[in-house]
């Protein structure tokens, strides 16, 4: 009865999805990218562009009627993220910070041999998200698991950097007076680095006793290269215009990744008092196959300015299709064609996946005189991120890689300053709000159990789903273009 216990006990261990939580895209409205765009909530594909036109809508190319550069950028950002019941209850964890991004060059040009048609090129940055916290518990437990006194400690390490930067080149021409059509062909360079480390140890106060203890790690350094197509249309009344932006699913190029991945724990018994084999598992997987996938969008947009009116009003919305699980990371295939990879099996596999979601946005823009225009936005960023309990269940094995994120809303407002109808800089600033329930607790350190059952986690608390995520970002908008 004792061994097949045993048995059974490490069949579920071993057989245990792991599921950790990092930095990855699931809100896909939280990045702009121009600051006059960004200042309208990004309710931009039925006009107003400018020249973010080869994101929004490319078609919008050639409303720039002179040859511009510019540089818009987020001087500076602070993210607040609060979470409770993180590690335990009432164990909270509140982290900081501050940065500092580029976010978008453009060059745009008309062609003069062929006035109706419009170039662009720009570099800018889709996506960013950095996490970096540590946390530890020491306390004195007594009577712990038939031990008189003991000396208890865990320790929580996570360290988490996402980019996206995009690239690319777009075109447009105008059908008529009334008609214009645009692609755009972007390449998307993402990368990943992650690191999380979690332990566990009981120290009895006594000499006659062993000390026990749980750890956890992993690792990853990703990066994947991307191309994706969009294609746009506008067309223009007396004082309206309508945008309909198509934006293609991503296809990979190439891109690899490295992680690694490791569980052990040591004189640990389960609940009913039966010692467990001390147990160590651990795999590293070089040059794997790696993917972030972009889903298929379409989003269409209104702008309308009242005749003789200095009000102009805009509204977009964009649905994104849904990502059924994929393998972000498939240890067992060769991501490289420079490099012979060190495969690895589901126990390195990562798995992610997204829900389809529709966005909103609303913008106003009021122009108080010919050198200056108020502009305020609104919008919707809803949390894309979903995989079916039923793909679990199917893949007992694998790891579903999840990030702690929320429904987030967005308000924006400042103003374009201009000077001499040439050079226009823009000011403001951002706010966004999001708050999240029933997240599950990355650990917990409280309620601690020898061992946690249908679980490999031990000398902790079973991970309740009552961890409250909220996040608030505050941002100062600065950028300019200029015509020639």
């Known amino acids: 009865m004792k061994n097949a216990l045993l048995k059974y006990l490490l069949t579920v261990l071993l057989f245990t999805p ?18 006059e765009a960004t200042m309208l909530g990004g309710a931009v594909v039925g006009g107003g562009s400018g020249i973010t036109s080869i994101y929004f809508n490319p078609a919008g190319i050639s409303e720039i009627e002179n040859n ?5 950028t987020s001087m500076f950002t602070l993210l607040i993220e609060n979470y409770s019941n993180a590690f335990g209850k009432n164990e909270d964890y509140s982290y900081y910070s501050f940065n500092v991004l580029p976010r978008f060059f453009t060059y745009l040009f008309r062609s003069k041999k062929y006035p109706k048609l419009s170039w662009q090129f720009a570099l800018f940055s889709h996506d960013y998200k950095k996490t970096n916290f540590y946390t530890t518990v020491t306390q004195p437990l007594t009577n712990p698991h038939g031990i008189e006194k003991a000396d208890y400690r865990g320790s929580f390490n996570l360290e988490d950097t996402y980019d996206d930067y995009w690239g690319g080149l777009g075109t ?8 214009r059509v ?71 190029l190439f891109g690899y990744s490295h992680t690694k991945k490791e569980t052990s724990f040591y004189n640990i018994y389960d609940n009913q008092g039966h010692p467990i084999p001390d147990y160590v598992k651990q795999e590293s997987s070089d040059y794997v196959f790696s993917q972030v996938k972009d889903p298929f969008s379409i989003s269409v947009g209104i702008r309308s300015q009242p005749a003789g009116g200095k009000d102009v009003y805009y509204i977009s919305a964009e649905f994104f299709a849904g990502i059924k ?33 529709m966005n909103v946005a609303f913008g106003y823009m009021f122009e108080m005189r010919n050198n200056f225009e108020l502009v305020f936005g609104l919008k919707t960023d809803f949390n894309s991120f979903y995989i079916p309990l039923t793909f679990y269940e199917d893949h007992p094995k694998a790891n579903f890689f999840n990030r ?20 226009k800089i823009n000011a403001g600033l951002s706010f966004s709000y999001g708050r999240q329930r029933n997240n599950k607790q990355f650990i917990n350190f409280t309620d601690i159990q020898w061992y946690v059952p249908g679980t490999n986690h031990a000398l902790q608390g079973a991970r309740e789903h009552n961890m409250t995520y909220t996040s608030v970002s505050i941002g100062l908008i600065v950028g300019f273009s200029y015509d020639f």
């Open 172 to 179: 447009s021409y105008e059908l008529n007076d009334h008609f």
């Open 68 to 72: 511009n550069i510019a540089l818009n």
């Open 18 to 35: 792991a599921i950790t939580l990092f930095a990855q895209p699931s809100n896909y409205w939280s990045t702009s990218f121009n600051s």
């Open 325 to 357: 699980p994929y393998k972000m990371v498939d240890a067992a295939r060769n991501g490289s064609i420079l490099f012979d990879p060190v495969k690895g099996t589901e126990y390195t596999t990562i798995y992610y996946g997204n829900r389809p979601i």
């Open 404 to 423: 702690t994120a929320s429904d987030l809303f967005h308000l924006t407002g400042g103003g374009n300053f201009i000077f001499k109808n040439k050079l």
């Open 182 to 252: 645009g692609i755009s062909l972007l390449v998307a360079y993402k990368s990943l680095l992650y690191y999380n480390r979690a332990g566990t140890a009981l120290y009895p106060d006594t000499l006659t006793l062993p000390f026990s203890g749980w750890d956890s790690f992993g690792w990853i350094n990703l990066w994947d290269l991307r191309i994706l197509g969009k294609i746009g249309f506008r067309y223009e009344l007396h004082n309206m215009s309508i945008g309909l932006n198509i934006t293609l699913p991503s296809g990979r």
